[in-house]
T-cell receptor, first 112, second 116 residues
Framework: DGGITQSPKYLFRKEGQNVTLSCEQN?????MYWYRQDPGQGLRLIYY???????QKGDIAEGYSVSREKKESFPLTVTSAQKNPTAFYLC???????????FGSGTRLTVV | AQSVTQLDSHVSVSEGTPVLLRCNYS??????LFWYVQHPNKGLQLLLK??????LVKGINGFEAEFKKSETSFHLTKPSAHMSDAAEYFC??????????????FGQGTILTVHP
């Protein structure tokens, strides 16, 4: 079945460490997105990519980095520069001309 | 279980006329509700949110929505459409209260077209 796979489901990071969250889709979708969810905040856009080898900053890109070397993959790195990284991270994809999004199951990152 | 239904896949209005985007939800608990907008080739932007405070919620760009528990609705309105409002709109529900992450359930989206 087609879908988005995010891994790991839970991730713990020590302060000062970089950590990379994986997002893979087999839907042949062009666009991919990373969102951050904080309690009571809804989703906020971190980065998005409309095409391979191209991506744009979202509303809260500081302290994050991404790459889009393959259509299927859009990994997110949470760097040590991110001041408050503890959150739930959602990856999404969308096909051109198709309504709605497909979301991954999310990764819950906790800084310890 | 929770679900959200956006009743119209397309809405077309003339500039200067009112906008109504309809959303019905189903939730086992007291829900939080959001409306997001996505302009072409952009990511989602939060328009407004309801989190058990005032039932009439005002958002950005002149949009507002009213939470009606008896009708399980959270319709989005704007008194006067502008050309820049043309976009796709998503209604979102979560069962979680303000202190937990919860599962977000998105509606399928409504494409708003604004004619001159």
């Amino acid at each position: 079945d087609g879908g988005i796979t995010q891994s790991p489901k839970y991730l713990f990071r020590k302060e000062g460490q970089n950590v990379t969250l994986s997002c893979e889709q087999n839907l042949n979708h062009d666009a991919m997105y990373w969102y951050r969810q904080d309690p009571g905040q809804g989703l906020r856009l971190i980065y998005y990519s409309q095409i391979v080898n191209d991506f744009q900053k979202g509303d809260i890109a500081e302290g994050y980095s991404v790459s889009r070397e393959k259509k299927e993959s859009f990994p997110l790195t949470v760097t040590s520069a991110q001041k408050n990284p503890t959150a739930f991270y959602l990856c999404a994809s969308k096909a051109q001309g198709v309504y709605g999004y497909t979301f991954g199951s999310g990764t819950r990152l906790t800084v310890v | 279980a929770q679900s959200v239904t956006q009743l119209d896949s397309h809405v077309s209005v003339s500039e200067g006329t009112p906008v109504l985007l309809r959303c019905n939800y189903s939730s086992s608990y007291s829900p939080s509700l959001f409306w997001y907008v996505q302009h072409p080739n952009k990511g989602l932007q939060l328009l407004l949110k309801y989190t058990s405070a005032a039932t009439l919620v005002k958002g950005i760009n002149g949009f507002e929505a009213e939470f009606k528990k008896s009708e399980t609705s959270f319709h989005l309105t704007k008194p006067s459409a502008h050309m820049s409002d043309a976009a796709e709109y998503f209604c979102v529900v979560t069962d979680a209260g303000g202190t937990s992450y919860g599962k977000l359930t998105f509606g399928q989206g409504t494409i708003l077209t604004v004619h001159p």
